[in-house]
């Protein structure tokens, strides 16, 4: 009797927990198919009486979602693709490749990685204001083609690589772009697509470094421009709830077809030295 009340309270604490986790974005898809009068109605409705897509209409209007989608995805292309190669080598060395200092090095940048971003990111500014990239798509991006976090990440998932196949690499006359390329790359891919998934997503939500370092109205990428957007429409609810569903929605799908890889990950112990 015990097990069956135990399982059945397990079971209520989850649908609990996912209640909490999924209502804020079935009340935002709720409430941006309500007309603006429904919206403000106390008790709320948890249905809409009549459904309308005039707050879409509006955003797809007024937002200019087009550019801004786009300018989101140019980011997250080079970002990501920067990041990948960058990480992927760095990792590489400091997993496999013997040099002086290796250890040191890596400590730096695990203490630099504990940094906030609000602590560094004035420097970072002034120094891509002397580079001329402010104002510039090239200023979006090059800041973030590397990442300290992916880099442990690969590192780890390096290191689970028996040495044993890099030896017979090297017998068969291999080199270590060899062994990277058509061994390791191959053996840490559900690794990899962790990377990309968590990179994607970072760079779909980025809010302030695109705030600050971006003012033109075409440079702007979807969290910044529902940002200007909800300055003009701020008592317009079902408006600034179809522009967030709108732009949390990406995020949301990709999650769910990666998160399999991404749990394989973490239950293999990918974060274990």
Do not use: C, H
Request: net charge positive; hydrophobic share 55%; charged share 10%.
């Amino acid at each position: 009797m015990g097990k069956y009340v135990r399982a059945l309270v397990i079971g209520g604490g989850v649908i609990l927990l996912l209640l909490f986790t999924f209502f804020p974005f079935y009340w935002m898809f709720i409430t941006s198919l309500k007309t603006q009068a429904e919206a403000i109605l106390f008790p709320p409705t948890l249905w809409p009486k009549e459904i309308t897509f005039e707050a879409y209409r509006l955003v797809f209007t007024k937002l200019n979602l087009g550019v801004s989608v786009l300018v989101t995805l140019g980011m997250i292309l080079f970002i990501v693709s920067g990041e990948v190669i960058t990480s992927t080598l760095a990792a590489y060395a400091f997993s496999w490749i013997d040099f002086k200092g290796r250890e040191i090095l890596f400590s730096f940048l695990l203490v630099m990685a504990s940094i906030p971003m609000p602590v560094f990111i004035l420097q970072l500014f002034i120094v891509v204001q002397k580079l001329g990239m402010v104002d510039t798509f090239a200023g979006l991006v090059v800041p973030w083609m590397a990442n300290i976090y992916s880099i442990f990440l690969l590192r780890q998932a390096f290191r689970s690589i028996p040495r044993e196949l890099r030896d017979a690499i090297y017998v068969d006359g291999g080199n270590d772009l060899t062994f990277l390329l058509k061994v390791a790359v191959p053996i840490i891919k559900p690794v990899l697509i962790t990377v990309i998934v968590f990179s994607a997503v970072y760079t779909w939500n980025s809010f302030l470094w695109p705030l600050l370092v971006v003012s033109n109205k075409n440079l702007r990428p979807i969290q910044l421009a529902v940002a200007y957007f909800s300055q003009g429409e701020v008592s317009n609810y079902p408006a600034l709830m179809a522009a967030s569903f709108l732009s949390a929605l990406p995020a949301l799908i990709v999650f769910a077809i990666f998160q399999r890889q991404i749990t394989e990950v973490y239950a293999r112990g990918g974060m274990k030295d």
